[in-house]
């Protein structure tokens, strides 16, 4: 049976909104998420800006009691346990508000995060431990810090009763989750699968990538400036945090049960460039890249031309230039034909393992609202972009796109791209 | 400290953990934290490492095995009070 897979709920808690509405007015308005951290100019940082969801501690009372939020002190469960709650209502379902009854066999989750639990674990764990009280630590930290304790806690929270679990593929995280939920439905493991990616906010993680060198250093007055993708005056990413989480959801189910349908996901692929032909731990191998983006296209039956838009993944480091000539190159088209591409960490910095969640939300939310936000901060364009300026908007489109790509790629050279196309019901068309 | 206020005291540490909330309001010695209460039992380790904090005394293992109740509860603490 050739099942197809439609996007029927979405949740979104990011650096620069929570919510659909507020997410997607900040994308339209070019709002930033960036914000000056006086911890990390305490700490000695290079980049003493970043990304975090805001209210948080507020979101939490409101959404759960207080014996749910004893085991939520890590940012990663709480992240990812509001997004997956957002999205499940948003999908029309109701949250239990007991553990009583049947599990839900019928829907699983498959939630990345890039680093489980570190806050915890370096911030509360690992000190208390080396003092000798380990015993005097409680029963939470082991669900906080293992890496599937975020799947795990929303599992609990929704019933789930398919595959539960947590992948993690470094920036790839939140896009390459989206791929495996499809492929679950698409071999009819699961009627619905909750799909995304988390990550906390933790100092831990950014000063990991601080020391190495790779965040931007140099705006910390300025910090919505701070992150500038395709700009000539990139000098590295700004660390974010955050929660993007996508119902997935086979569309006979959809239909059945009269869903909301914003999109079908028309193609997927997940690929690794092996660290070979230019590729690294930390660089792509632009034949990788370029690999992965086909195979999603072939997949999708769909050819370059077809695509209306793309969220890159643009992180605002040198391989951005690479980046686009990796797509004009996949996708076949002169860079006068290319379409409008952006980057949605612009606004809210990289969010690591949710980047892909969250971008892949900003993704359907333009398909579903008719609309390309624009990026922040490259009004100096790279001059290997050039070509593409046309291509790059600074405000956002009001268009109607009806295939939009979405690739991310990730550390390990590993990369994903899903292939989103705009659902007409049949009545539509 | 007399029996009753230490029963009332047990009620206040374990009120955050308990999902049977609406069970709390007539719970006596005979209910039952895991069965009644709907505490999940992992968090019975930090439910005595609370009454250790609250009452000032060390619980052993053998003894944090023995609070099944809240009249077991009551029992240990007062036992580790003398």
Not at chain 1, 180 to 199: D, P, T
Not at chain 2, 20 to 39: C, F, P, S, W
Not at chain 2, 45 to 71: H, K, M, P, S, Y
């Amino acid at each position: 049976m050739d099942r197809r897979v439609v996007v029927t709920g979405l949740g979104v808690l990011a650096p620069n909104g929570h919510g659909l509405d507020e997410f997607e007015r900040a994308l339209r308005e070019g709002v930033s998420g960036i914000r000056f951290y006086e911890k990390l100019r305490e700490l000695k940082f290079g980049c003493q800006v970043g990304g975090a969801p805001q209210g948080v501690e507020e979101i939490k009372e409101r959404y759960f009691s207080e014996e749910q939020r004893f085991s939520m002190k890590s940012t990663v469960i709480s992240f990812g346990a509001i997004a997956a709650v957002d999205c499940w209502r948003d999908a029309g379902f109701e949250v239990p508000t007991d553990a009583s009854g049947e599990a839900d066999f019928d829907t699983g989750a498959i939630i990345g995060t890039g680093v489980a639990g570190i806050d915890l674990m370096c911030g509360y764990a690992g000190p208390t431990i080396d003092a000798g009280r380990a015993r005097r630590m409680g029963s939470t930290i082991v669900e906080q810090v293992m890496c599937s304790g975020v799947s795990a806690r929303i599992g609990g929270l929704l019933g789930l009763g398919g595959q539960v679990s947590t992948n993690s593929s470094a920036c790839t995280t939140g896009t390459e989750a989206v791929v495996e939920a499809y492929w679950n439905i698409r071999a009819g493991r699961a009627k619905r699968m909750l799909a995304g990616g988390v990550e906390g906010e933790s100092h831990y993680t950014w000063g990991s990538f601080d020391a190495m060198r790779v965040l931007a250093a140099n705006r910390n007055d300025e910090p919505e400036q701070a992150s500038r993708p395709m700009s000539a005056s990139a000098s590295g990413f700004v660390p974010g945090s955050g929660a993007g989480i996508l119902m997935l959801e086979e569309l006979e189910s959809a239909l059945a049960r009269g869903a909301r349908i914003y999109a079908e996901i028309r193609g997927t692929n997940v690929n690794s460039g092996g660290q070979r032909q230019g590729g690294s731990m930390t660089a792509p191998n632009p034949f990788g890249v370029q690999r992965c983006i086909r195979a999603a296209l072939d997949s999708a039956g769909i050819r370059g031309e077809d695509v209306d838009a793309i969220n890159g993944h643009l992180t605002a480091t040198m391989a951005d230039p690479r980046e686009i000539a990796s797509w004009q190159a996949a996708l076949g088209v002169a860079p006068e034909n290319f379409p409008p591409i952006n980057s949605t960490k612009s606004m809210i910095g990289h969010t690591l393992g949710a980047a892909g969640g969250i971008e892949c939300v900003a993704s359907v939310l333009e398909l579903d609202r008719g609309f390309v936000h624009g990026s922040l901060n490259c009004e100096d364009l790279h001059p290997e972009l050039e070509p593409y300026a046309a291509s790059i908007p600074h405000e956002t489109r009001e268009m109607q796109p009806r295939v939009v790509a979405k690739a991310s790629f990730g550390f390990g050279d590993v990369n994903a791209c899903v292939i989103f196309g705009k659902w007409n019901s049949p009545d539509d068309n | 400290m007399e029996h009753q206020e230490t029963f009332d005291k047990v009620i206040g540490i374990i009120k955050p953990f308990v999902k049977n909330t609406d069970k709390l309001a007539g719970a006596d010695e005979n209910t039952r934290l895991l069965e009644d209460l709907g505490v999940n039992s992992a968090r019975l380790v930090d439910i005595v490492l609370a009454f250790e904090d609250e009452f000032d005394i060390a619980i052993d293992d053998e003894a944090a095995d023995r609070v099944r109740t809240l009249g077991d509860a009551v029992t240990v603490i007062r036992e580790q009070q003398q």
